[in-house]
Protein backbone atom coordinates (compact mmCIF):
# COMPACT_ATOMS: atom_id res chain seq x y z
CA UNK A 1 0.00 0.00 0.00
CA UNK A 2 1.27 3.40 -0.86
CA UNK A 3 1.87 5.18 2.45
CA UNK A 4 2.05 8.59 0.70
CA UNK A 5 -1.71 8.40 -1.11
CA UNK A 6 -5.28 7.08 -0.90
CA UNK A 7 -5.51 3.35 -2.18
CA UNK A 8 -8.33 2.58 -4.24
CA UNK A 9 -8.24 -1.09 -4.41
CA UNK A 10 -6.53 -4.69 -3.37
CA UNK A 11 -7.11 -7.69 -5.22
CA UNK A 12 -10.02 -6.44 -7.62
CA UNK A 13 -11.47 -5.85 -3.87
CA UNK A 14 -12.49 -2.35 -3.19
CA UNK A 15 -11.12 -0.64 0.19
CA UNK A 16 -12.89 2.77 -0.14
CA UNK A 17 -16.56 3.57 -0.70
CA UNK A 18 -18.17 6.80 -3.08
CA UNK A 19 -20.32 8.66 0.03
CA UNK A 20 -22.75 11.29 -1.17
CA UNK A 21 -25.67 13.12 0.30
CA UNK A 22 -28.66 10.49 0.79
CA UNK A 23 -31.31 12.95 -0.89
CA UNK A 24 -28.63 12.81 -3.71
CA UNK A 25 -28.31 9.52 -3.90
CA UNK A 26 -32.51 8.92 -4.14
CA UNK A 27 -32.87 11.77 -6.71
CA UNK A 28 -31.96 10.98 -10.30
CA UNK A 29 -31.99 14.28 -11.81
CA UNK A 30 -28.95 14.97 -9.26
CA UNK A 31 -25.58 16.25 -10.96
CA UNK A 32 -23.84 14.52 -7.70
CA UNK A 33 -25.44 10.98 -8.11
CA UNK A 34 -23.95 11.64 -11.98
CA UNK A 35 -20.48 12.21 -10.42
CA UNK A 36 -20.78 9.54 -8.30
CA UNK A 37 -21.52 7.33 -10.99
CA UNK A 38 -18.92 8.61 -13.51
CA UNK A 39 -16.69 8.00 -10.59
CA UNK A 40 -17.66 4.48 -9.66
CA UNK A 41 -17.72 3.45 -13.52
CA UNK A 42 -13.77 5.48 -14.30
CA UNK A 43 -12.33 4.04 -10.54
CA UNK A 44 -13.67 0.69 -11.76
CA UNK A 45 -12.38 0.59 -15.32
CA UNK A 46 -8.78 2.00 -13.84
CA UNK A 47 -8.88 -0.46 -10.99
CA UNK A 48 -11.25 -3.56 -11.73
CA UNK A 49 -12.51 -3.12 -8.54
CA UNK A 50 -16.05 -2.32 -7.75
CA UNK A 51 -16.24 1.08 -5.36
CA UNK A 52 -19.70 1.28 -3.92
CA UNK A 53 -21.71 4.22 -4.12
CA UNK A 54 -23.45 4.91 -0.71
CA UNK A 55 -25.19 7.46 0.88
CA UNK A 56 -22.93 9.51 3.76
CA UNK A 57 -24.51 8.08 6.49
CA UNK A 58 -24.80 4.48 5.73
CA UNK A 59 -23.14 2.32 8.28
CA UNK A 60 -22.45 -0.25 5.05
CA UNK A 61 -19.61 -0.47 3.30
CA UNK A 62 -15.75 0.69 3.72
CA UNK A 63 -15.71 3.66 5.93
CA UNK A 64 -12.75 5.02 3.89
CA UNK A 65 -14.27 7.37 1.51
CA UNK A 66 -14.20 9.59 -1.58
CA UNK A 67 -17.00 12.05 -0.23
CA UNK A 68 -18.65 14.53 -3.33
CA UNK A 69 -21.33 17.30 -2.40
CA UNK A 70 -22.25 18.25 0.59
CA UNK A 71 -20.89 15.12 2.11
CA UNK A 72 -17.53 16.35 1.54
CA UNK A 73 -18.08 19.04 3.95
CA UNK A 74 -16.04 21.46 2.28
CA UNK A 75 -16.94 25.14 2.37
CA UNK A 76 -17.39 25.66 -1.65
CA UNK A 77 -19.66 29.18 -0.72
CA UNK A 78 -16.81 30.78 -2.76
CA UNK A 79 -17.36 28.72 -5.64
CA UNK A 80 -19.73 29.39 -8.72
CA UNK A 81 -21.96 26.95 -10.30
CA UNK A 82 -18.84 25.62 -12.18
CA UNK A 83 -16.34 25.74 -9.82
CA UNK A 84 -14.69 22.87 -7.22
CA UNK A 85 -12.55 22.08 -4.72
CA UNK A 86 -10.86 18.36 -4.33
CA UNK A 87 -9.00 17.97 -1.39
CA UNK A 88 -7.14 14.40 -1.26
CA UNK A 89 -4.72 13.15 1.42
CA UNK A 90 -4.51 9.60 2.63
CA UNK A 91 -7.46 9.29 4.59
CA UNK A 92 -9.85 11.05 2.23
CA UNK A 93 -10.61 12.21 -0.89
CA UNK A 94 -13.23 15.30 -1.26
CA UNK A 95 -14.94 16.82 -3.87
CA UNK A 96 -17.28 19.95 -3.59
CA UNK A 97 -18.36 22.53 -5.43
CA UNK A 98 -21.25 24.71 -7.43
CA UNK A 99 -23.86 22.89 -9.15
CA UNK A 100 -21.87 21.83 -12.07
CA UNK A 101 -18.57 21.94 -10.18
CA UNK A 102 -18.84 18.80 -8.33
CA UNK A 103 -19.32 16.63 -11.39
CA UNK A 104 -16.73 19.31 -13.29
CA UNK A 105 -14.49 18.29 -10.30
CA UNK A 106 -14.75 14.73 -10.69
CA UNK A 107 -13.89 14.92 -14.12
CA UNK A 108 -10.70 17.00 -13.15
CA UNK A 109 -9.64 13.53 -10.51
CA UNK A 110 -9.82 11.42 -13.22
CA UNK A 111 -7.66 13.34 -15.67
CA UNK A 112 -5.26 14.01 -12.98
CA UNK A 113 -5.06 10.24 -12.51
CA UNK A 114 -4.26 9.90 -16.39
CA UNK A 115 -7.58 9.68 -18.06
CA UNK A 116 -8.36 11.96 -21.53
CA UNK A 117 -11.44 12.49 -22.55
CA UNK A 118 -10.42 13.72 -26.09
CA UNK A 119 -13.72 13.14 -27.95
CA UNK A 120 -17.30 11.42 -27.27
CA UNK A 121 -16.03 7.99 -28.53
CA UNK A 122 -11.97 8.81 -27.49
CA UNK A 123 -10.76 7.98 -24.25
CA UNK A 124 -8.20 7.03 -22.70
CA UNK A 125 -8.02 5.65 -19.26
CA UNK A 126 -5.20 3.55 -17.72
CA UNK A 127 -5.29 0.46 -16.07
CA UNK A 128 -3.94 0.07 -12.64
CA UNK A 129 -5.19 -2.06 -10.00
CA UNK A 130 -3.22 -0.38 -7.78
CA UNK A 131 -4.04 3.13 -7.87
CA UNK A 132 -3.73 5.59 -5.52
CA UNK A 133 -4.86 9.10 -5.53
CA UNK A 134 -1.63 11.21 -4.40
CA UNK A 135 -2.42 14.34 -2.17
CA UNK A 136 -4.26 16.90 -3.75
CA UNK A 137 -5.63 20.39 -2.90
CA UNK A 138 -7.17 22.51 -5.89
CA UNK A 139 -9.54 24.63 -6.32
CA UNK A 140 -10.68 25.71 -10.20
CA UNK A 141 -13.02 28.17 -11.48
CA UNK A 142 -13.77 28.89 -15.24
CA UNK A 143 -12.23 32.12 -16.57
CA UNK A 144 -15.38 32.52 -18.85
CA UNK A 145 -18.68 31.81 -17.07
CA UNK A 146 -20.54 30.80 -20.56
CA UNK A 147 -18.67 28.27 -22.38
CA UNK A 148 -20.02 26.80 -25.65
CA UNK A 149 -19.07 25.67 -29.48
CA UNK A 150 -20.91 23.62 -31.62
CA UNK A 151 -18.82 20.72 -32.88
CA UNK A 152 -21.01 18.06 -33.41
CA UNK A 153 -19.36 15.81 -30.52
CA UNK A 154 -21.09 18.64 -28.05
CA UNK A 155 -24.02 18.78 -29.75
CA UNK A 156 -24.79 15.37 -29.65
CA UNK A 157 -23.17 14.08 -26.40
CA UNK A 158 -24.20 16.00 -23.75
CA UNK A 159 -22.33 13.23 -21.48
CA UNK A 160 -19.33 14.30 -23.22
CA UNK A 161 -20.07 18.31 -22.90
CA UNK A 162 -19.93 17.97 -18.88
CA UNK A 163 -16.48 16.10 -19.42
CA UNK A 164 -15.44 19.07 -21.23
CA UNK A 165 -16.82 21.61 -19.01
CA UNK A 166 -19.12 23.06 -21.88
CA UNK A 167 -22.23 24.64 -20.20
CA UNK A 168 -23.86 26.72 -22.84
CA UNK A 169 -24.13 24.18 -25.44
CA UNK A 170 -26.97 22.13 -26.72
CA UNK A 171 -29.49 20.43 -24.50
CA UNK A 172 -27.69 19.07 -21.54
CA UNK A 173 -29.88 17.59 -18.83
CA UNK A 174 -30.23 18.33 -15.19
CA UNK A 175 -28.58 15.56 -14.39
CA UNK A 176 -25.28 16.47 -16.05
CA UNK A 177 -25.63 19.94 -14.34
CA UNK A 178 -28.14 21.19 -16.88
CA UNK A 179 -26.69 24.46 -19.17
CA UNK A 180 -27.23 28.38 -19.37
CA UNK A 181 -29.70 28.06 -22.51
CA UNK A 182 -31.15 30.62 -24.20
CA UNK A 183 -34.76 31.55 -24.90
CA UNK A 184 -34.46 32.85 -28.65
CA UNK A 185 -30.97 32.60 -29.53
CA UNK A 186 -29.73 35.23 -32.15
CA UNK A 187 -31.05 37.61 -34.66
CA UNK A 188 -34.56 37.63 -33.35
CA UNK A 189 -35.41 41.10 -34.52
CA UNK A 190 -37.53 39.53 -37.79
CA UNK A 191 -38.99 36.97 -34.94
CA UNK A 192 -40.24 39.57 -32.88
CA UNK A 193 -41.90 41.98 -34.97
CA UNK A 194 -42.00 40.07 -38.55
CA UNK A 195 -41.72 42.57 -41.36
CA UNK A 196 -44.49 40.35 -42.90
CA UNK A 197 -46.66 40.95 -40.19
CA UNK A 198 -46.25 44.81 -38.92
CA UNK A 199 -44.70 46.02 -42.35
CA UNK A 200 -47.80 47.45 -44.27
CA UNK A 201 -49.58 48.58 -41.61
CA UNK A 202 -46.91 50.06 -39.72
CA UNK A 203 -43.89 51.12 -42.55
CA UNK A 204 -42.39 53.87 -39.58
CA UNK A 205 -41.39 50.12 -37.44
CA UNK A 206 -39.02 49.42 -39.98
CA UNK A 207 -35.50 50.61 -41.17
CA UNK A 208 -35.23 54.20 -43.18
CA UNK A 209 -32.50 53.28 -45.43
CA UNK A 210 -31.75 56.15 -48.53
CA UNK A 211 -34.65 58.37 -47.01
CA UNK A 212 -37.30 55.07 -47.69
CA UNK A 213 -38.64 52.83 -45.25
CA UNK A 214 -37.62 49.44 -45.78
CA UNK A 215 -40.53 47.03 -45.21
CA UNK A 216 -39.38 44.16 -47.30
CA UNK A 217 -41.39 40.69 -46.91
CA UNK A 218 -39.20 38.09 -45.45
CA UNK A 219 -37.35 40.74 -43.63
CA UNK A 220 -34.43 42.24 -45.27
CA UNK A 221 -34.81 44.97 -42.88
CA UNK A 222 -34.32 45.67 -39.18
CA UNK A 223 -36.57 47.89 -36.88
CA UNK A 224 -36.50 51.48 -36.13
CA UNK A 225 -35.48 51.48 -32.68
CA UNK A 226 -36.03 54.88 -31.82
CA UNK A 227 -39.46 54.51 -32.15
CA UNK A 228 -41.48 54.38 -28.93
CA UNK A 229 -44.56 52.00 -30.44
CA UNK A 230 -41.47 49.39 -31.63
CA UNK A 231 -40.15 49.46 -27.73
CA UNK A 232 -43.25 48.75 -26.75
CA UNK A 233 -44.39 46.30 -29.47
CA UNK A 234 -40.84 44.35 -28.36
CA UNK A 235 -41.75 44.04 -25.05
CA UNK A 236 -45.25 43.10 -25.06
CA UNK A 237 -44.05 39.96 -27.53
CA UNK A 238 -40.50 39.50 -25.35
CA UNK A 239 -42.93 39.29 -22.17
CA UNK A 240 -45.48 36.54 -24.00
CA UNK A 241 -42.62 34.67 -25.42
CA UNK A 242 -40.67 34.29 -21.67
CA UNK A 243 -44.21 33.42 -20.29
CA UNK A 244 -44.34 30.99 -22.40
CA UNK A 245 -40.83 29.35 -22.50
CA UNK A 246 -39.75 28.98 -19.04
CA UNK A 247 -36.86 28.04 -17.65
CA UNK A 248 -34.31 30.13 -19.62
CA UNK A 249 -31.30 31.85 -18.50
CA UNK A 250 -30.75 34.04 -21.32
CA UNK A 251 -33.07 36.20 -24.27
CA UNK A 252 -31.76 37.58 -27.63
CA UNK A 253 -32.56 41.01 -28.78
CA UNK A 254 -31.05 41.28 -31.52
CA UNK A 255 -30.42 43.03 -35.32
CA UNK A 256 -31.53 40.29 -37.90
CA UNK A 257 -28.41 38.88 -39.62
CA UNK A 258 -27.69 41.48 -42.57
CA UNK A 259 -26.79 44.92 -42.62
CA UNK A 260 -29.63 47.75 -43.49
CA UNK A 261 -29.63 49.66 -39.40
CA UNK A 262 -32.33 52.62 -39.56
CA UNK A 263 -30.98 56.12 -40.52
CA UNK A 264 -34.10 57.79 -39.85
CA UNK A 265 -33.68 61.36 -37.97
CA UNK A 266 -34.11 60.12 -34.73
CA UNK A 267 -31.78 56.72 -34.76
CA UNK A 268 -29.18 58.81 -36.98
CA UNK A 269 -28.88 61.93 -34.23
CA UNK A 270 -28.71 58.86 -31.34
CA UNK A 271 -25.71 57.21 -33.56
CA UNK A 272 -24.04 60.15 -34.75
CA UNK A 273 -23.50 61.39 -31.06
CA UNK A 274 -22.67 57.62 -29.77
CA UNK A 275 -20.39 57.00 -32.46
CA UNK A 276 -21.87 53.58 -33.20
CA UNK A 277 -24.85 52.05 -34.26
CA UNK A 278 -24.65 50.34 -30.91
CA UNK A 279 -26.02 53.34 -29.11
CA UNK A 280 -29.65 53.08 -30.55
CA UNK A 281 -29.04 49.24 -30.03
CA UNK A 282 -27.89 49.34 -26.80
CA UNK A 283 -30.58 51.92 -25.51
CA UNK A 284 -33.39 50.09 -26.92
CA UNK A 285 -32.08 46.62 -25.31
CA UNK A 286 -31.57 48.21 -22.01
CA UNK A 287 -35.67 49.83 -21.87
CA UNK A 288 -36.93 46.24 -22.99
CA UNK A 289 -34.86 44.68 -20.11
CA UNK A 290 -35.65 47.48 -17.89
CA UNK A 291 -39.11 46.91 -17.97
CA UNK A 292 -39.00 43.15 -18.18
CA UNK A 293 -37.03 42.84 -15.29
CA UNK A 294 -39.94 42.67 -12.19
CA UNK A 295 -41.33 39.73 -13.88
CA UNK A 296 -38.44 38.08 -15.09
CA UNK A 297 -35.17 39.01 -12.36
CA UNK A 298 -33.11 36.40 -13.32
CA UNK A 299 -33.28 36.66 -16.97
CA UNK A 300 -30.29 38.13 -18.98
CA UNK A 301 -31.24 39.96 -21.87
CA UNK A 302 -28.68 39.51 -24.80
CA UNK A 303 -27.98 41.89 -27.66
CA UNK A 304 -25.51 42.04 -30.56
CA UNK A 305 -22.33 44.15 -31.34
CA UNK A 306 -22.30 42.98 -34.86
CA UNK A 307 -21.68 44.27 -38.28
CA UNK A 308 -22.80 48.01 -38.19
CA UNK A 309 -23.36 47.54 -34.30
CA UNK A 310 -19.90 46.00 -33.45
CA UNK A 311 -17.84 49.35 -32.44
CA UNK A 312 -18.35 50.43 -28.57
CA UNK A 313 -20.91 53.37 -28.13
CA UNK A 314 -19.50 56.56 -26.46
CA UNK A 315 -22.17 57.07 -23.19
CA UNK A 316 -24.59 54.25 -23.00
CA UNK A 317 -24.06 51.47 -20.70
CA UNK A 318 -25.39 47.94 -20.17
CA UNK A 319 -27.71 47.69 -17.45
CA UNK A 320 -26.73 45.01 -14.98
CA UNK A 321 -29.07 42.52 -16.60
CA UNK A 322 -27.75 43.27 -19.93
CA UNK A 323 -25.20 40.71 -22.40
CA UNK A 324 -23.11 42.56 -25.21
CA UNK A 325 -22.61 39.43 -27.70
CA UNK A 326 -19.03 40.86 -29.87
CA UNK A 327 -19.10 39.01 -32.94
CA UNK A 328 -15.70 38.44 -34.93
CA UNK A 329 -17.35 37.87 -38.36
CA UNK A 330 -14.97 40.25 -40.18
CA UNK A 331 -11.64 39.33 -38.67
CA UNK A 332 -8.83 36.98 -40.24
CA UNK A 333 -8.50 33.62 -38.47
CA UNK A 334 -5.20 33.45 -39.28
CA UNK A 335 -3.59 36.10 -37.33
CA UNK A 336 -4.37 36.99 -33.37
CA UNK A 337 -7.41 39.45 -33.03
CA UNK A 338 -4.20 42.23 -31.87
CA UNK A 339 -1.67 41.27 -34.90
CA UNK A 340 -3.49 41.45 -38.14
CA UNK A 341 -2.86 43.91 -40.78
CA UNK A 342 -5.41 43.75 -42.92
CA UNK A 343 -7.37 47.46 -42.76
CA UNK A 344 -10.51 46.11 -44.71
CA UNK A 345 -11.35 44.19 -42.26
CA UNK A 346 -12.63 47.41 -40.09
CA UNK A 347 -16.27 48.21 -40.00
CA UNK A 348 -17.92 51.92 -40.86
CA UNK A 349 -18.68 53.81 -37.75
CA UNK A 350 -21.34 56.56 -38.61
CA UNK A 351 -18.83 59.35 -39.58
CA UNK A 352 -17.52 57.01 -42.14
CA UNK A 353 -14.07 56.25 -40.05
CA UNK A 354 -13.37 52.57 -39.52
CA UNK A 355 -12.84 50.35 -36.43
CA UNK A 356 -10.85 47.23 -36.49
CA UNK A 357 -11.83 44.20 -33.99
CA UNK A 358 -9.18 44.38 -31.55
CA UNK A 359 -10.19 48.06 -30.47
CA UNK A 360 -13.56 47.33 -30.29
CA UNK A 361 -13.03 44.40 -27.88
CA UNK A 362 -10.79 46.97 -26.55
CA UNK A 363 -13.41 49.27 -25.74
CA UNK A 364 -16.11 47.27 -24.95
CA UNK A 365 -13.68 45.54 -22.36
CA UNK A 366 -13.62 49.21 -20.87
CA UNK A 367 -17.67 49.59 -20.88
CA UNK A 368 -18.82 46.39 -20.43
CA UNK A 369 -19.13 44.13 -17.52
CA UNK A 370 -21.12 41.21 -19.24
CA UNK A 371 -19.31 40.79 -22.78
CA UNK A 372 -19.70 37.50 -24.82
CA UNK A 373 -17.80 36.40 -27.68
CA UNK A 374 -19.17 35.03 -30.72
CA UNK A 375 -15.46 33.88 -32.78
CA UNK A 376 -15.64 31.90 -35.98
CA UNK A 377 -13.21 28.24 -36.35
CA UNK A 378 -13.89 27.03 -39.60
CA UNK A 379 -14.69 28.06 -42.71
CA UNK A 380 -18.39 28.14 -43.35
CA UNK A 381 -18.88 28.52 -47.17
CA UNK A 382 -16.80 25.34 -47.28
CA UNK A 383 -16.55 23.27 -44.33
CA UNK A 384 -13.54 20.93 -45.02
CA UNK A 385 -11.07 23.86 -46.10
CA UNK A 386 -7.69 23.54 -43.88
CA UNK A 387 -8.70 26.64 -41.44
CA UNK A 388 -4.98 27.81 -40.14
CA UNK A 389 -6.01 29.12 -37.11
CA UNK A 390 -4.07 26.91 -34.82
CA UNK A 391 -1.98 29.57 -33.48
CA UNK A 392 -3.89 31.83 -33.39
CA UNK A 393 -6.35 30.24 -30.47
CA UNK A 394 -4.79 30.36 -27.07
CA UNK A 395 -3.58 33.86 -28.51
CA UNK A 396 -7.43 35.14 -29.14
CA UNK A 397 -8.69 33.24 -26.08
CA UNK A 398 -6.09 35.21 -23.77
CA UNK A 399 -7.09 38.58 -25.42
CA UNK A 400 -10.88 38.24 -24.44
CA UNK A 401 -9.69 36.89 -20.92
CA UNK A 402 -7.89 40.42 -20.77
CA UNK A 403 -10.42 42.51 -22.23
CA UNK A 404 -13.22 41.71 -19.72
CA UNK A 405 -14.78 38.68 -21.72
CA UNK A 406 -17.58 36.42 -19.71
CA UNK A 407 -18.85 34.17 -22.04
CA UNK A 408 -17.32 32.85 -25.41
CA UNK A 409 -19.72 30.94 -27.98
CA UNK A 410 -16.84 29.22 -30.74
CA UNK A 411 -18.82 28.85 -33.60
CA UNK A 412 -18.09 25.23 -35.72
CA UNK A 413 -19.82 22.96 -38.02
CA UNK A 414 -21.96 21.43 -36.12
CA UNK A 415 -23.74 21.08 -39.39
CA UNK A 416 -21.39 18.76 -40.83
CA UNK A 417 -22.11 16.20 -38.06
CA UNK A 418 -18.04 15.26 -37.21
CA UNK A 419 -14.93 15.98 -37.79
CA UNK A 420 -12.76 16.64 -40.88
CA UNK A 421 -10.08 19.57 -40.84
CA UNK A 422 -8.82 18.00 -36.90
CA UNK A 423 -12.04 19.47 -35.55
CA UNK A 424 -11.80 17.06 -33.18
CA UNK A 425 -8.50 18.60 -31.85
CA UNK A 426 -9.83 21.90 -32.28
CA UNK A 427 -13.19 21.02 -30.07
CA UNK A 428 -10.62 19.77 -27.67
CA UNK A 429 -7.72 22.78 -27.70
CA UNK A 430 -10.96 25.26 -27.10
CA UNK A 431 -12.42 22.92 -24.45
CA UNK A 432 -9.18 23.53 -22.49
CA UNK A 433 -8.85 27.25 -23.53
CA UNK A 434 -12.46 28.36 -22.34
CA UNK A 435 -11.52 26.78 -19.00
CA UNK A 436 -8.49 28.44 -18.80
CA UNK A 437 -6.79 30.58 -21.70
CA UNK A 438 -3.22 29.82 -20.16
CA UNK A 439 -3.38 26.14 -19.75
CA UNK A 440 -0.51 24.36 -21.23
CA UNK A 441 -2.37 23.95 -24.62
CA UNK A 442 1.18 22.63 -26.43
CA UNK A 443 1.02 20.17 -23.99
CA UNK A 444 -2.84 19.06 -24.75
CA UNK A 445 -2.39 19.53 -28.44
CA UNK A 446 0.49 17.06 -28.11
CA UNK A 447 -1.49 14.44 -25.82
CA UNK A 448 -4.19 14.61 -27.98
CA UNK A 449 -2.13 13.85 -31.15
CA UNK A 450 0.01 10.79 -30.20
CA UNK A 451 -2.76 9.40 -28.75
CA UNK A 452 -5.81 9.87 -31.56
CA UNK A 453 -3.34 9.53 -33.99
CA UNK A 454 -0.76 7.18 -32.75
CA UNK A 455 1.98 6.75 -35.00
CA UNK A 456 1.27 8.90 -37.72
CA UNK A 457 1.36 12.02 -35.20
CA UNK A 458 4.15 13.22 -36.66
CA UNK A 459 3.44 13.36 -40.11
CA UNK A 460 0.23 15.24 -39.59
CA UNK A 461 1.87 17.87 -36.90
CA UNK A 462 4.11 18.12 -39.66
CA UNK A 463 1.61 19.15 -42.44
CA UNK A 464 -0.36 21.19 -39.76
CA UNK A 465 3.10 23.30 -39.04
CA UNK A 466 3.56 23.26 -42.95
CA UNK A 467 0.03 25.01 -43.13
CA UNK A 468 0.62 27.65 -41.04
CA UNK A 469 4.14 28.30 -41.96
CA UNK A 470 2.71 28.53 -45.60
CA UNK A 471 0.00 30.78 -44.98
CA UNK A 472 2.35 33.27 -43.41
CA UNK A 473 4.48 33.18 -46.20
CA UNK A 474 2.24 33.68 -48.78
CA UNK A 475 0.75 36.94 -47.01
CA UNK A 476 -2.69 35.28 -46.79
CA UNK A 477 -5.45 36.54 -45.06
CA UNK A 478 -8.50 34.24 -43.77
CA UNK A 479 -11.65 34.84 -43.35
CA UNK A 480 -14.62 32.64 -42.53
CA UNK A 481 -16.46 32.76 -45.37
CA UNK A 482 -13.91 32.17 -47.96
CA UNK A 483 -13.68 30.18 -51.30
CA UNK A 484 -10.65 28.04 -51.10
CA UNK A 485 -8.20 30.66 -53.33
CA UNK A 486 -5.35 31.19 -50.76
CA UNK A 487 -2.07 31.17 -51.43
CA UNK A 488 -1.68 28.06 -48.86
CA UNK A 489 -4.14 26.18 -50.86
CA UNK A 490 -2.22 26.50 -54.34
CA UNK A 491 -1.21 23.12 -56.22
CA UNK A 492 2.24 22.92 -55.03
CA UNK A 493 1.24 22.85 -51.78
CA UNK A 494 -1.67 20.31 -52.18
CA UNK A 495 0.72 18.05 -53.06
CA UNK A 496 3.40 18.62 -50.37
CA UNK A 497 -0.02 18.38 -47.84
CA UNK A 498 -0.83 14.81 -49.98
CA UNK A 499 2.95 13.77 -49.41
CA UNK A 500 2.38 14.14 -45.62
CA UNK A 501 -0.60 12.26 -45.50
CA UNK A 502 1.18 9.59 -47.74
CA UNK A 503 3.35 9.27 -44.78
CA UNK A 504 0.59 9.46 -41.76
CA UNK A 505 -1.29 6.77 -43.37
CA UNK A 506 1.53 4.35 -43.95
CA UNK A 507 3.12 4.89 -40.33
CA UNK A 508 -0.89 3.64 -39.43
CA UNK A 509 -1.52 1.19 -42.12
CA UNK A 510 -1.79 -1.77 -39.52
CA UNK A 511 -4.42 0.38 -37.43
CA UNK A 512 -7.44 0.59 -39.33
CA UNK A 513 -9.33 2.98 -36.54
CA UNK A 514 -6.34 5.51 -36.97
CA UNK A 515 -6.06 5.21 -40.56
CA UNK A 516 -9.87 5.91 -40.97
CA UNK A 517 -8.74 9.02 -38.67
CA UNK A 518 -6.01 10.43 -41.23
CA UNK A 519 -7.96 9.84 -44.41
CA UNK A 520 -10.53 11.63 -43.05
CA UNK A 521 -8.90 14.55 -42.11
CA UNK A 522 -7.21 14.05 -45.93
CA UNK A 523 -10.70 14.61 -47.32
CA UNK A 524 -9.83 18.46 -46.69
CA UNK A 525 -7.40 18.41 -49.11
CA UNK A 526 -9.11 16.27 -51.97
CA UNK A 527 -12.18 19.12 -51.60
CA UNK A 528 -9.73 21.90 -51.75
CA UNK A 529 -7.97 19.99 -54.96
CA UNK A 530 -11.04 18.80 -56.79
CA UNK A 531 -12.98 22.17 -56.43
CA UNK A 532 -9.58 24.48 -57.63
CA UNK A 533 -9.42 21.79 -60.32
CA UNK A 534 -12.81 22.32 -61.65
CA UNK A 535 -13.58 25.65 -60.93
CA UNK A 536 -10.36 27.60 -61.82
CA UNK A 537 -8.88 24.91 -64.21
CA UNK A 538 -12.13 23.92 -65.75
CA UNK A 539 -10.93 20.14 -65.78
CA UNK A 540 -14.10 18.61 -64.98
CA UNK A 541 -14.34 15.07 -63.68
CA UNK A 542 -17.67 13.52 -62.79
CA UNK A 543 -16.24 10.67 -61.87
CA UNK A 544 -13.76 11.79 -59.09
CA UNK A 545 -16.34 14.50 -57.47
CA UNK A 546 -19.32 11.30 -57.34
CA UNK A 547 -16.43 9.32 -55.75
CA UNK A 548 -15.64 12.36 -52.85
CA UNK A 549 -19.02 12.58 -52.04
CA UNK A 550 -19.62 9.09 -51.13
CA UNK A 551 -16.55 9.43 -48.89
CA UNK A 552 -17.51 11.90 -47.58
CA UNK A 553 -21.54 10.14 -46.68
CA UNK A 554 -19.14 6.81 -45.66
CA UNK A 555 -17.44 8.79 -42.73
CA UNK A 556 -21.21 10.12 -41.90
CA UNK A 557 -20.44 13.36 -42.63
CA UNK A 558 -23.06 15.80 -43.72
CA UNK A 559 -23.07 19.99 -44.78
CA UNK A 560 -20.26 20.93 -46.58
CA UNK A 561 -21.64 24.06 -46.93
CA UNK A 562 -23.43 26.17 -43.80
CA UNK A 563 -26.69 27.26 -45.77
CA UNK A 564 -27.12 23.94 -47.88
CA UNK A 565 -27.35 20.00 -47.88
CA UNK A 566 -24.77 18.11 -49.09
CA UNK A 567 -26.81 16.84 -52.36
CA UNK A 568 -27.20 20.44 -53.36
CA UNK A 569 -23.46 20.96 -52.50
CA UNK A 570 -22.62 18.09 -54.89
CA UNK A 571 -25.10 19.28 -57.70
CA UNK A 572 -23.60 22.78 -57.86
CA UNK A 573 -20.24 20.91 -58.16
CA UNK A 574 -21.25 19.22 -61.20
CA UNK A 575 -22.98 21.95 -62.26
CA UNK A 576 -19.89 23.78 -61.96
CA UNK A 577 -20.72 26.55 -59.66
CA UNK A 578 -18.58 27.35 -56.38
CA UNK A 579 -21.20 26.76 -53.54
CA UNK A 580 -25.12 25.31 -53.53
CA UNK A 581 -25.36 28.25 -52.27
CA UNK A 582 -26.22 29.89 -55.46
CA UNK A 583 -29.40 27.96 -55.96
CA UNK A 584 -30.55 30.57 -52.95
CA UNK A 585 -33.31 32.67 -53.68
CA UNK A 586 -31.41 35.58 -51.52
CA UNK A 587 -34.10 37.87 -51.41
CA UNK A 588 -36.81 35.32 -49.77
CA UNK A 589 -34.06 33.42 -48.07
CA UNK A 590 -35.66 29.95 -49.65
CA UNK A 591 -33.60 26.63 -49.85
CA UNK A 592 -33.30 24.74 -52.88
CA UNK A 593 -35.35 21.41 -52.36
CA UNK A 594 -34.11 19.34 -49.40
CA UNK A 595 -33.48 15.51 -50.43
CA UNK A 596 -32.70 15.15 -46.79
ZN1 LIG B 1 -35.11 54.93 -36.87
ZN1 LIG C 1 -4.68 38.57 -41.14
Avoid at 421 to 431: G, I, Q, T
Avoid at 483 to 510: C, I, Q, S, T, W
Wanted: charged share 30%; proline share 5%.
Amino acid sequence: MDQNGFTLAENRTALVSIRIPAEDLSNPASPVLTAAKELRYYLGRITAASIPVLAADDPEGPAKAISLGAASGLDVSSCSEDGFIIEADSDSVKIGGGKRGVLYGVYDLLERLGCRFFTPLCEKVPTDPGLSIPPIRAKEEPVFEFRRHNYADIEQYPRFAAKRRFNGAGRIPERLGGNLTYAMHVHTFDQLVPARVYGKDHPEYFAEVNGKRVTTDGGRTQLCLSNPDVLALVIEKTREFLRSHPGHRLMSISQNDWGGNCTCENCKRIDEEEGSSSGTLLRFVNAVAEALEPEFPDIVFDTLAYTYSRPAPKYVRNRKNVCVRLCSIECCFCHPFDACDDESRGVMRPDGTRSNFITDLREWGKICDRMYIWDYTTCFAHYPTPHPNWRILARNAQLMAENNVKGVFEQANGASRGGVDFNELRAYLVSKLLWDPYCDIETHRREFMEYFYGPAAEALDEYLNLLCDTCGERGDHVGFNDNPLHGFLEEDMLDRYNALFDRAAEAVKGDPVRLARVEKNRLSIRWVALKRKTMLRGEYDAEEINRFFGDWKAFGLSRIDEWCNVETTHRALLEGKWRGVEYFDHWTGEAPEDLG
